[in-house]
């Protein structure tokens, strides 16, 4: 960690910035770059809160600061469309699925995800 350095402080929950998250994926994507390694340990655990999506304009709009998140560390890692594609993918299949099966609400929500994601990698 000494060489990858801190999270960066402008993403993630309590940055007060539009990313709301991957900070944590962020520090791990610079020490790859550096050519560290990354090992899984078990014994450590990082707990968060449950938060299935309910589909209700609270949680979509969280969620949407979350996917801006992602995006972002995306852009800053300079993901192209082609790698970031299923980031895209997912989230777009999700809300035409949702559409069809005459379900606005997780059709929002998929939305949501999906323009959060695209609004943070074309932060660049």
């Not at 990082?46 to 992602?70: L, S």
């Amino acid at each position: 960690l000494a060489r990858a350095g801190i999270f960066d402080e402008t993403i993630g929950v309590g940055a007060g910035t539009p990313w709301g998250s991957g900070e944590s994926t962020e520090l791990l994507l610079r020490a790859l770059a550096l050519g560290l390694k990354v090992m899984y340990t078990p014994e450590i655990h990082i707990h968060h809160p449950d938060k299935r999506p309910t589909y209700k304009k609270d949680v979509r709009q969280r969620d949407y600061a979350y996917a801006r998140g992602t995006g972002r560390v995306l852009a800053l890692h300079k993901y192209s469309l082609w790698e970031a594609k299923d980031f895209v993918i997912r989230p777009a299949g999700a809300a035409l699925l949702s559409l069809a099966a005459a379900r606005p609400d997780k059709c929002l929500y998929y939305f949501s995800i999906l323009r959060g994601r695209v609004e943070g990698w074309m932060s660049r």
